[in-house]
T-cell receptor, first 110, second 114 residues
Framework: DAKTTQPNSMESNEEEPVHLPCNHS???????IHWYRQLPSQGPEYVIH???SNVNNRMASLAIAEDRKSSTLILHRATLRDAAVYYC???????????FGSGTRLLVRP | SQTIHQWPATLVQPVGSPLSLECTVE??????LYWYRQAAGRGLQLLFY??????ISSEVPQNLSASRPQDRQFILSSKKLLLSDSGFYLC?????????????FGPGTRLTVL
């Protein structure tokens, strides 16, 4: 299965932007890039996904490198409620499966 | 709107006892269904997924099994629990939107095997 690499943890100050990196050098042309986050004692929740172009939604932005071998999840203004584990996942074409890695634990300082 | 239910929320079972965890989805039809397990402090491990009634794919060989007796019901079972089966069990559903597969997770069942 395609693999992603993320830092174990990152820290941010409240109300500052956060850039969460992800490397996926083995990505194939039809693999989608997904981001989910998991708050303590809860199931993961969908954040955003993309294929080639940058994407924006109400939660975050996703910046995808031109060669698609890396991507960055951008939280424009971190809040304390954004403290969570963020997972970068590749969905192989038509596989139905999301293979979760260990993710990045984001700590937000007040 | 769609909702996903899991029960029980917490469970403490002795080693060697059987297990049955149930997951149901409302408000959608023919969803893909998934069972994940998360050990303490770890990421999620995909255990089983199903694209239709009676269709189960296993991702990791172990003493667990899954069944899908109805379109929106997914059951995780074991005949004899092991200590290593402890963890946070999450059910999820998805329907393919365009070409991407967005998954929605239930509240989870926290299982402790003693």
């Amino acid at each position: 299965d395609a693999k992603t690499t993320q830092p174990n943890s990152m820290e941010s100050n409240e109300e500052e932007p956060v850039h969460l990196p992800c490397n996926h050098s083995t990505i194939s042309g039809t693999d989608y890039i997904h981001w989910y986050r998991q708050l303590p004692s809860q199931g993961p929740e969908y954040v955003i996904h993309g294929l080639t172009s940058n994407v924006n939604n109400r939660m975050a932005s996703l910046a995808i490198a031109e060669d698609r071998k890396s991507s960055t999840l951008i939280l424009h203004r971190a809040t304390l409620r954004d403290a969570a584990v963020y997972y970068c996942i590749l969905e192989m074409d038509s596989s139905y499966k999301l293979i979760f890695g260990s993710g990045t634990r984001l700590l937000v300082r007040p | 709107s769609q909702t996903i239910h899991q029960w029980p929320a917490t469970l403490v079972q002795p080693v060697g006892s059987p297990l049955s965890l149930e997951c149901t989805v409302e408000g959608t039809s023919n969803p893909n269904l998934y069972w994940y397990r998360q050990a303490a402090g770890r990421g999620l491990q995909l255990l089983f997924y199903s694209v239709g009634i009676g269709q189960i794919s296993s991702e990791v060989p172990q003493n667990l099994s899954a069944s899908r007796p109805q379109d929106r019901q997914f059951i995780l079972s074991s005949k004899k629990l092991l200590l290593s089966d402890s963890g946070f069990y999450l059910c999820a559903w998805s329907v393919r939107r365009g070409a991407a597969n967005e998954q929605f997770f239930g509240p989870g069942t926290r299982l402790t095997v003693l």
